[in-house]
């Protein structure tokens, strides 16, 4: 075939939104004017809005690993006790960070695949009351799991202790009600479902987590939450912006706010049943025991190298999806779900894995996969005409 379009079909970066994109051409404005304060402040407000929180929402000019290191290195002193969950590579990335920081961390650790169970945590809890902070993915997108937000969070809160959720890819697909289930530390990343480039890390800090940075001793300086706090009160980051982002973002966040928060994660969540349901009728099997909605996990038929799946997207569709990361490169791959896609992607996504598994002798009948897309498709419609 002659003409391939780029997809992005990976949990980050995602599909961008265009008019966010034109949006950018207008980033050759200076950030010390009032012009880019108004454009900064309303980004600011519609994204506090889009987190459904009363908690005050920070912009950093960073990767999500940026909100990370800075909620670590604000709150907490070295040597405080913490519990951190780790399902996969981003658990372990709680567990590199809170270790440089010398905090003394009682690392809850699962196979691959596998969630940190609420009862695990509580226990923890028990084991050792003068915890200061529990560290948790909400979406493991390294594996495609869902962690128990909810009623992790309603264990933390009855303690002194704060919850910090890494929510990079957990924003847009799964209900994460901030303010009502106790999440005091919530981190987001612009390139998912905020169908933006990557660039751009969000933090939100509850009053309880507030109250740790009065009393924390960690060093840090360009992650500054109070810093980050009083120039955003102003209207302005504290240090250069990355404008064009911001501007991206502000447009972003009004198609989010038109389409509604609950409708973006809806659509995840329709997204994921249909592309597991389609892998059940190719005879495959997921590799998440409690799948989430932000990328769908699959184990490679026996005998296949899943490199050998990414590399076809690649090469006959120009589509990008994502391999195993660690000990998993090789035996799964990753469809993601968040953010710009819609049914029409999922077709395309099912029916050219149809073609590349059938092409490396994995039993396929065509249009099976994409027939059970479908049925996820036209089940949900009557539910959309009603609403």
Same mark, same amino acid.
């Given at each position: 075939?002659?003409? +391939?379009?780029?997809?992005?079909?990976?949990?980050?970066?995602?599909?961008?939104?265009?008019?966010?994109?034109?949006?950018?051409?207008?980033?050759?404005?200076?950030?010390?004017?009032?012009?880019?304060?108004?454009?900064?402040?309303?980004?600011?407000?519609?994204?506090?809005?889009?987190?459904?929180?009363?908690?005050?929402?920070?912009?950093?000019?960073?990767?999500?690993?940026?909100?990370?290191?800075?909620?670590?290195?604000?709150?907490?002193?070295?040597?405080?006790?913490?519990? /951190?969950?780790?399902?996969?590579?981003? &658990?372990?990335?709680?567990?590199?960070?809170?270790?440089?920081?010398?905090?003394?961390?009682?690392?809850?650790?699962?196979?691959?695949?596998?969630?940190?169970?609420?009862?695990?945590?509580?226990?923890?809890?028990?084991?050792?009351?003068?915890?200061?902070?529990?560290?948790?993915?909400?979406?493991?997108?390294?594996?495609?799991?869902?962690?128990?937000?909810?009623?992790?969070?309603?264990?933390?809160?009855?303690?002194?202790?704060?919850?910090? /959720?890494?929510?990079?890819?957990?924003?847009?697909?799964?209900?994460?009600?901030?303010?009502?289930?106790?999440?005091?530390?919530?981190?987001?990343?612009?390139?998912?479902?905020?169908?933006?480039?990557?660039?751009?890390?969000?933090?939100?800090?509850?009053?309880?987590?507030?109250?740790?940075?009065?009393?924390?001793?960690?060093?840090?300086?360009?992650?500054?939450?109070?810093?980050?706090?009083?120039?955003?009160?102003?209207?302005?980051?504290?240090?250069?912006?990355?404008?064009?982002?911001?501007?991206?973002?502000?447009?972003?966040?009004?198609?989010?706010?038109?389409?509604?928060?609950?409708?973006?994660?809806?659509?995840?969540?329709?997204?994921?049943?249909?592309?597991?349901?389609?892998?059940?009728?190719? &005879?495959?099997?997921?590799?998440?025991?409690?799948?989430?909605?932000?990328?769908?996990?699959?184990?490679?038929?026996?005998?296949?190298?899943?490199?050998?799946?990414?590399?076809?997207?690649?090469?006959?569709?120009?589509?990008?999806?994502?391999?195993?990361?660690?000990?998993?490169?090789?035996?799964?791959? +990753?469809?993601?779900?968040?953010?710009?896609?819609?049914?029409?992607?999922?077709?395309?996504?099912?029916?050219?894995?149809?073609?590349?598994?059938?092409?490396?002798?994995?039993?396929?009948?065509?249009?099976?996969?994409?027939?059970?897309?479908? +049925? /996820?498709?036209?089940?949900?419609?009557?539910?959309?005409?009603?609403?």
């Amino acid at each position: 075939m002659h003409i +391939r379009k780029q997809r992005l079909l990976t949990p980050g970066p995602t599909p961008l939104y265009p008019p966010a994109l034109h949006a950018m051409m207008a980033s050759d404005i200076h950030h010390r004017t009032e012009e880019f304060r108004n454009a900064y402040r309303s980004a600011l407000a519609d994204l506090k809005e889009v987190y459904g929180t009363a908690n005050d929402v920070l912009c950093f000019a960073a990767s999500g690993t940026g909100a990370m290191d800075a909620s670590v290195s604000n709150l907490f002193s070295r040597g405080d006790k913490v519990i /951190v969950c780790s399902a996969g590579k981003f &658990g372990e990335r709680w567990v590199d960070i809170t270790k440089a920081y010398g905090l003394d961390a009682n690392v809850l650790k699962v196979e691959y695949g596998d969630v940190v169970t609420p009862d695990r945590v509580e226990a923890a809890l028990k084991a050792e009351p003068a915890t200061k902070g529990v560290f948790i993915q909400a979406s493991e997108t390294s594996t495609g799991v869902e962690h128990d937000i909810q009623t992790i969070a309603g264990l933390v809160k009855n303690t002194e202790a704060i919850f910090v /959720v890494d929510a990079i890819t957990g924003i847009g697909t799964m209900p994460l009600d901030i303010d009502g289930w106790g999440l005091d530390v919530v981190v987001g990343g612009s390139q998912k479902a905020f169908m933006i480039p990557p660039g751009l890390a969000f933090l939100s800090v509850s009053p309880k987590a507030w109250k740790f940075a009065d009393t924390a001793t960690l060093p840090h300086y360009y992650f500054s939450l109070k810093k980050e706090k009083k120039s955003g009160d102003a209207g302005e980051s504290s240090w250069t912006p990355a404008t064009s982002l911001v501007m991206a973002l502000g447009e972003a966040l009004k198609y989010i706010k038109k389409t509604g928060v609950a409708n973006l994660i809806e659509n995840a969540q329709l997204l994921a049943l249909a592309t597991r349901e389609a892998c059940e009728e190719l &005879g495959l099997e997921l590799f998440a025991k409690r799948p989430g909605s932000s990328v769908t996990a699959v184990k490679a038929p026996a005998g296949m190298d899943s490199k050998v799946i990414v590399k076809g997207f690649k090469e006959r569709f120009g589509a990008i999806i994502a391999n195993g990361q660690g000990s998993m490169q090789g035996q799964i791959f +990753r469809m993601a779900h968040l953010g710009y896609f819609d049914f029409a992607d999922m077709f395309g996504i099912v029916a050219g894995l149809e073609l590349i598994l059938r092409a490396n002798g994995h039993r396929v009948e065509l249009g099976k996969g994409v027939a059970a897309v479908q +049925r /996820v498709y036209e089940s949900a419609q009557p539910k959309k005409a009603n609403a």
